[in-house]
């Protein structure tokens, strides 16, 4: 990790549980090492150049993106670290589901919320991601509990130069 990257300002919070509608990719973390062969940024991509977002129905906040993390294997080793990833909206409720589009509901949670940005996508995202190895369980709030971890973008997430973003990470209670 560059020794520059601080971990950005952090609070805990309690959220209760919500529902992301969007499309899923399962991530083997070893290859978002190599930009030919890694999903998530591919994924963001497709989402918004395919305008995935207008087929959500019962978006609660239109345009505001979530990115959930969860069903993590391995999260220790970084070779065989693999999680499911959907890309979406929170929703008002389900039915109808468009076509490869899926439905995650995160429960009720106790999670570190970490304040990111601004900066371009994707270095401040890799950034905010790579100063949590440095976090003790007393610095995070808790010991990580590897069940969903989530980022929200703004609506206006097109500002890719100078974009701020919220990272929560899963922490046992």
Known sequence: MDPQIQAPKRKIVEQPSFTIVGFQRNILQKEELDPNT???????????????????????????????????QNPNDQNENRYKMVLGEM??????LPEGLVAVTVPAHLFCCFDCGPGPIPK???????SLSTLSPEELGGVRSYDFDFEVYPEDLNLKENIKFELFIGIQK
């Open 91 to 96: 929703v008002s409720e389900v039915n109808d």
């Open 38 to 72: 890694g999903q998530i940024r591919k994924a963001h991509e497709d989402y918004f150049s395919q305008q995935i977002h207008d087929k959500i129905p019962h978006r609660l906040h239109p345009k505001r993106t979530y990115c959930i993390y969860y069903e993590y």
């Open 124 to 130: 401040v995202v890799i950034d905010a991601w790579s």
